[in-house]
């Protein structure tokens, strides 16, 4: 039936017709994308102001600004990053450098994937149970920021994995013929090489703590005065928006806070990573 069809159509009315779905489906979803940025800052925009940044959240967030929620945002997002950066890139490394392909090799990566498509629900249940009870460190930032780490690090493992094995074999085969140690090669050829996708891989993580929810809450608590230390309860804007908008305080303040919740993991991801990229591409050229 589909031979037939082939042959009716064509060859290049056919391979038209694919390109044809291939380019709806593409415009489809960036259509999707664009209707959902375009909505919210409609909705949030028009009650951003300085105040509202900086301002302190008065009558359980119905007026008042969001600028603690902001600053526990930062907190939780980076020190997740500076936790989760380190393991990451050492797990990548040790996948692909130190060891050969085997049942070990197999057991970490299938962990990486199964730990990928865990809810994250799941994750604040574990990091409410061993960082905020067992471990005793309350609903803190440190709790949050723990927890956070444990949901990206197999993003910045992948991430960090793929960009180390684009590198050329015959860089490694030159730094050793030179009477470079292994982990001088590594610590000066391959990592250097493979920055860009490691810091894509980073900032994608980081832009996934920004807009965590469920396990945030679990972890770091709601708190809406501003954090003073890691041991101190935090509530990010993710948690703020969903706060509000579930229980009906302030649909105005939550539009406001999705809009700049929604601007910060854009600038995040288009900003951010574009400007890594192009200082890092910059500096390899020299």
Do not use: C, K
Request: charge should be positive; hydrophobic fraction near 55%; glycine fraction near 10%.
């Amino acid at each position: 039936m589909r031979a037939r069809a082939r042959r009716a159509l064509g060859p290049r009315r056919s391979g038209a017709l694919a390109a044809g779905v291939v380019w709806l489906s593409a415009l489809a979803t960036l259509a999707v994308l664009i209707f959902i940025i375009a909505y919210v800052l409609w909705q949030g925009l028009p009650q951003v102001s300085w105040d509202f940044l900086t301002g302190t959240p008065t009558s359980m967030g119905r007026t008042g600004g969001i600028g603690p929620m902001i600053v526990s945002t930062v907190a939780l997002s980076f020190l997740s990053v500076l936790i989760a950066m380190p393991v990451g890139v050492a797990t990548a490394i040790y996948l692909t450098e130190y060891t050969r392909e085997g049942t070990l090799t197999r057991v970490i990566r299938f962990g990486t994937e199964a730990l990928a498509g865990v809810p994250s629900i799941i994750f604040g249940l574990f990091g409410f149970v061993f960082f905020v009870i067992y471990l005793g460190f309350g609903w803190s930032v440190l709790s949050g920021a723990l927890t956070l780490a444990i949901m990206i690090l197999p993003t910045i493992v992948r991430t960090s994995e793929e960009a180390i094995l684009t590198v050329p074999r015959a860089y490694r085969e030159v730094s050793l013929s030179l009477g470079a140690t292994r982990w001088q090669m590594v610590t000066t050829v391959v990592l250097p090489s493979a920055l860009p996708g490691i810091v894509t891989g980073v900032v994608l993580g980081l832009g996934r703590t920004v807009g965590e929810t469920a396990a945030v809450i679990l972890t770091a608590g709601a708190a809406l005065h501003l954090p003073t230390s890691i041991f101190s309860p935090a509530r990010s804007m993710a948690v703020h928006f969903y706060i509000l908008a579930r229980e009906g305080i302030s649909d105005a303040t939550a539009w406001g806070t999705g809009a700049v919740l929604l601007l910060s993991i854009l600038f995040i991801n288009v900003v951010i990573n574009r400007s890594l990229m192009y200082l890092m591409h910059r500096r390899a050229r020299r």
